[in-house]
């Protein structure tokens, strides 16, 4: 039995869509969402017969190109044009779960109703979606600003037998694809080309990913970074309630509490210490993981909104007879929360390169590069440098985007977002956060068995050894590119319910 997830005018969060991907639903409209559409559609036909008035982008050009009225036998061929030319995407191919990101979010915007597109366009859409079917998409071409207007071109182009995408591990033409399928090519009517185009699903399906990864490397940070302090013989002290209730930042707070929990029970954790102070990487996790936690926050929350939101032009108001031209797809919320989410994910990989760093540096009673045999043996040496290189590269793609801005359009699109420039940079700086984060895993592990007999908690006892049954301890030197792969798919994938 098929289960689906019906598209409705209910608010969407991004947790419930990670729900619908992970389970595979299969989306279809409800009923209110289907009248929406349709009444929609034929309010602005009728909007079109009975007025003289020009309506931009339906019977007009675009861009500085609005003020060429369009004859009423061309306004089909001016929004298969419109499509057509758009599609000048670049670079590197996106993700297909991406696109199907970009899928979802375009059918729960045409949904609400305010874009004037025939039910047989967005049921098509459905179709792609349904069929798991990824359009070819590019990375580069989008301004962020009159919508992801090349991204999404390339999403649509299927849909007038044109274009590429995969199917089933094939990639295949639009054309075959709707002859596989026995689909009739979609012949676009008046604003539909430009309902596909303007909209910002492009920067949002790149944003609902990188916020929903976002706070899975959070969590991962704080158990690796509470392994790497256990390992180090750090002190408690600085988790605990009475300091950081003074300082009450809700990312701190929540940070020094859910790491003195992990290390209860740790023998490591109880002994006396000769040292009266940590490093920073160690001592101040709560401070620098609870800010970066409080700005994932806030990008959830400009995320939450973008993707309850109609965000193509112009808007059709059947209620209030208004078609409004404006300026919904533009990218400058999400432009600005994605540069900040790259910021506060880069410090989560930052800090946790730095506590390698210490891990490997002698200190503590710990074996020069963790190695069991020094000399003979370099041991972790160089995992380090290849984290150092990611953090400096990290730096670089957080360079933000959202201040920039070239004229386009002959000066009608005078300021532009690059929203989507900071949509693939984030995307980026979540992988190497990943990679960061399973660098120190592996020097962490290695660390506490040093250690041993004196043990880490019993929580982080169980994440020990769930990750030793796929990389072991290392005697000797070996090749460590396959195990630091290992590492970064093992926190990626393993499941992480015994910390909730």
Request: charged share 20%; glycine share 6%.
């Amino acid at each position: 039995m098929v289960d689906y997830h019906e598209i409705s005018s209910e608010e969407i969060s991004i947790d419930q869509i990670n729900q619908i991907f992970t389970s595979k639903k299969q989306l279809k409209l409800s009923k209110g969402a289907t009248e929406r559409i349709q009444h929609c559609k034929s309010y602005l036909e009728k909007k079109i017969k009975s007025s003289d008035r020009p309506i931009y982008g339906v019977n007009t050009g675009f861009g500085s190109l609005h003020n060429h009225s369009i004859k009423s036998e061309n306004l089909g061929q001016l929004q298969k044009n419109l499509v057509m030319s758009h599609a000048c995407g670049t670079g590197r191919e996106v993700d297909d779960l991406i696109v199907r990101l970009m899928l979802f979010l375009k059918i729960q915007s045409l949904a609400y109703g305010n874009s004037g597109v025939q039910l047989a366009l967005v049921e098509r859409l459905i179709d792609l979606y349904n069929n798991n079917i990824t359009p070819i998409i590019y990375e580069q071409g989008s301004l962020g600003a009159s919508g992801d207007l090349a991204p999404l071109a390339h999403l649509c182009l299927p849909l007038l037998g044109e274009g590429e995408l995969n199917l089933e591990g094939k990639r295949i033409s639009g054309l075959e694809m709707n002859q596989i399928f026995g689909w009739d090519l979609i012949d676009l009517q008046a604003k539909e080309g430009l309902a596909l185009l303007n909209g910002t699903q492009f920067m949002s399906a790149h944003g609902v990913y990188c916020v929903f990864e976002a706070k899975r490397l959070c969590l991962l940070a704080d158990i690796i970074g509470a392994m790497s302090l256990d390992a180090f013989d750090g002190r408690i002290e600085p988790f605990q309630s009475l300091i950081n209730d003074i300082r009450p930042h809700e990312g701190q707070r929540k940070t020094a509490r859910f790491i003195e929990n992990l290390l209860k029970g740790s023998q490591l954790i109880e002994r006396t210490k000769e040292h009266v102070q940590d490093p920073y990487s160690f001592r101040c996790i709560p401070q620098v993981h609870g800010a970066s936690k409080d700005a994932i926050k806030y990008a959830e929350q400009v995320f939450h909104t973008e993707i309850n939101s109609v965000t193509d032009n112009p808007n059709v108001f059947p209620k209030e007879d208004q078609v409004i031209s404006g300026g919904n797809f533009h990218g400058q919320p999400l432009a600005l929360a994605l540069d900040f989410l790259a910021i506060a994910l880069s410090e989560l990989g930052s800090i946790s390169e730095r506590r390698t760093f210490q891990l490997i540096s002698g200190a503590r009673q710990l074996p020069h590069y963790l190695a069991a045999n020094p000399g003979l043996n370099s041991g972790f040496m160089i995992p380090q440098y290849t984290a150092a290189s990611i953090v400096s590269q990290n730096k670089q793609l957080c360079t933000p985007a959202c201040v920039d801005t070239i004229v386009s359009s002959n000066g009608q699109e005078d300021h532009v977002s690059m929203g989507a420039n900071a949509a693939t940079k984030t995307y980026k700086v979540v992988d190497n956060v990943y990679t960061l984060l399973a660098i120190e895993l592996l020097n962490s592990a290695q660390a506490l068995e040093f250690r041993k007999p004196t043990k880490t908690s019993p929580v982080l006892s169980e994440f020990l050894d769930k990750f030793r049954e796929i990389v072991p301890f290392i005697e000797q030197d070996k090749v460590l590119h396959e195990d630091i792969l290992k590492a970064k798919t093992f926190i990626q994938e393993v499941d992480l319910s015994i910390f909730e």
